[in-house]
């Protein structure tokens, strides 16, 4: 029996198992284990795993609504789903929530992306550290301040982005 029948029926009614819908999702999204890629059963079994509560699931529904991949694009529902993951604590998802509310460019959308940047730059995310430095840069859903970008500048520096090291003029490896 083939890998994916076995995640398969571990993910019916009778069994429900919540991790078989997320492996079957991966093995769609990504074409292996013996099934061709298809966007579109990916999200399927990333959906029903992710309406469950498994959170890299709630993620991976949320980016393929971004990309549309599988299924037509929509901000919204990703936002909602990045959300849905970030609240769990999810890094990744907080930064992407944020980037979606960046990008918005509105004084609402700005002071959204600060909260998730925050929380993502409360587990030590570099890329979060310098988003949020580019906030207070620009004075984007916050006060300008200067000394508080370099701050988070120079703490995702540490951690070895480049962009950052490079808004710091430091030498970059």
Known sequence: MKVAEWFRRASEPEFNQIEAQFELGQ???LGYGFVKRDFKEALRWFQKAAEAGQVDSQYNTAYLYQYGLGVESNLETAIRWYERAARHGHALSQVD???LYASQRTAWGYE???FWYEHACSQNCFEAYRKLG???YWGLGCEVDRAKAVCYYRKAAEQGDI????KLDEPVD
């Open 163 to 166: 962009l950052s090291k490079i």
């Open 27 to 29: 093995m769609y999204y």
């Open 97 to 99: 929530v944020a980037n």
């Open 134 to 136: 580019d906030l207070y």
């Open 112 to 114: 959204r992306a600060k």
